[in-house]
Nanobody, 115 residues
Framework: QVQLVESGGGSVQAGGSLRLSCAAS????????MGWYRQAPGKQRELVAR???????NYADPVKGRFTISRDNAKNTVDLLVNGLKPEDTAVYYC?????????WGQGTQVTVSS
């Protein structure tokens, strides 16, 4: 059974930074890709950043240049460094793992940005 546990969320002022971390039970190399999604109140869950098994990355347009996703296959973690936070970045951030048998999700971590 796959477990994904996020950490690192919090409340920051605009312009601040956070490092979100996702720890997986077992090797993350078994997943085709891993990613971070977010869901703001009243909105649909959306992709923020994604990294493939090979290390290729893609980002949602609103976060390009501010967010950086990385993975550590030895530690089975995927991090999201978020810089230059804006109030519109406020959301619950979820870790996602893609596999041929389906997707797995963490429980989410709250990020709140005040102006």
């Amino acid at each position: 059974q796959v477990q994904l546990v996020e950490s690192g969320g919090g409340s920051v002022q605009a312009g601040g930074s956070l490092r979100l971390s996702c720890a997986a039970s077992g090797s993350i190399f078994r997943f085709n890709a891993m990613g971070w999604y977010r869901q703001a109140p009243g909105k649909q869950r959306e992709l923020v950043a994604r990294i493939t098994r090979g290390g290729s990355t893609n980002y949602a347009d609103p976060v390009k240049g501010r967010f950086t996703i990385s993975r550590d296959n030895a530690k089975n973690t995927v991090d999201l460094l978020v810089n230059g936070l804006k109030p519109e970045d406020t959301a619950v951030y979820y870790c996602n793992a893609e596999s041929y048998s389906g997707d797995y999700w963490g429980q989410g971590t709250q990020v709140t940005v005040s102006s």
